[in-house]
């Protein structure tokens, strides 16, 4: 059970990705799943309801009525930008305010107090903002990668999240950002796409040694990497960053929800992803929102219960970090 005076666990149904797809599990199955992984549900907009980028009626009373009857609290809600959605050019900024508007509405809709952004709403953000305010949401930008929290695109939300200063404004980091390996499983993925090994080797120390992925990339096609290898290899540099945990504390005071990504769970902890350092900057900087974990491993037998020791842990390292606090 998450202690009151600090953060609380739940689940995004992004978790639960290869059941659902594989029609294993039905909506509302994952809605009891949910209630029993901390009572927290985040769900994705165009993955997990009808009528994207509105929502149905029919949708609203079911999805409100398994909240009720499962106990579970609506945490966040995942919405989407597209902006290269048109087949010959971008969407125009009234464009993406168009389609980003019903995307708030929905949320308000069915109970969720967040709504994740991607970067790419940026320009409109404060034409949005009226929005949020009159139906009592909070946008985030989600960290994810390659948005580090020291990268340069990233400093620029920052800076735009600091100047509008509004309590319905924020940011949403992903502990993807937080690695420190790259998961086994990638070389097996890699593999599977044609990767050699000789690349693969390669490919796994050039993102230890932090090296950027374009002069990566340059490396890899002088090796005899081709666009074909080269696609798959960008799962890399696309899943997993080399921020700082400690930078957390500069950002702090604008984190309205948090997105606790893992790929596996070994003797009770993560070992790609620093999880440890993250919770204890989080604790210490006395972040009271939500963490939804979402895994992103292979295929498993039993998700449900690697969610279940994914959220052990973090419940782990609050009680520890509180207790430190206390000392």
Not at 24 to 52: N, T, Y
Not at 98 to 107: E, F
Not at 225 to 245: C, R
Not at 283 to 293: A, L, M, Q, R, T
Request: hydrophobic residues 40%.
């Amino acid at each position: 059970m998450a202690i009151s005076n600090s953060f609380r666990v739940g689940v995004t149904f992004h978790s639960f990705t290869n059941e659902y797809c594989a029609l294993q599990w039905s909506f509302e199955d994952m809605m009891f799943a949910a209630s029993l992984l901390g009572g927290g549900v985040e769900i994705v907009g165009p993955a997990h309801h009808r009528g994207f980028p509105n929502v149905t009626a029919e949708f609203e009373r079911a999805f409100k009525s398994s909240v009720e009857r499962n106990g579970l609290t609506p945490t966040s809600y995942g919405s989407y930008a597209d902006p290269y959605m048109l087949p010959d050019r971008d969407l125009t900024a009234d464009e993406l305010l168009d389609y980003t508007i019903p995307q708030l509405k929905a949320a308000a809709r069915l109970g969720f107090p967040v709504v994740r952004l991607q970067y790419f709403t940026y320009p409109v953000i404060e034409r949005l903002l009226p929005y949020a305010e009159k139906l009592d949401i909070k946008m985030g930008y989600e960290l994810h990668v390659p948005l580090t929290i020291e990268a340069a695109q990233t400093r620029t939300l920052i800076e735009q999240v600091v100047r509008i200063a509004s309590p319905h404004f924020g940011l949403i980091p992903d502990t993807g950002i937080f690695a420190r390996s790259v998961p086994g499983h990638f070389a097996d993925f890699l593999r599977a796409h044609g990767v050699g090994e000789n690349l693969i080797l390669r490919a796994f120390e050039l993102w230890k040694a932090k090296t950027p992925q374009e002069d990566a990339f340059n490396e890899l096609m002088a090796m005899g990497a081709d666009k074909k290898t080269i696609g798959p290899i960008d799962i890399i540099w696309g899943s997993l960053g080399h921020s700082e945990p400690a930078a957390l504390a500069e950002i702090m005071p604008y984190i309205i929800h948090m997105h606790g990504k893992f790929f596996s769970m070994a003797n009770g902890d993560e070992p790609d992803i620093r999880f440890e350092e993250t919770l204890r900057a989080l604790v210490g900087g006395g972040y009271k929102g939500w963490i939804s974990s979402e895994y992103e491993g292979p295929p498993l037998e039993d998700v449900f219960a690697v969610l279940q020791e994914h959220q052990a842990m973090l419940l782990r390292y609050q009680t520890r970090y509180l207790d430190s606090k206390k000392a």
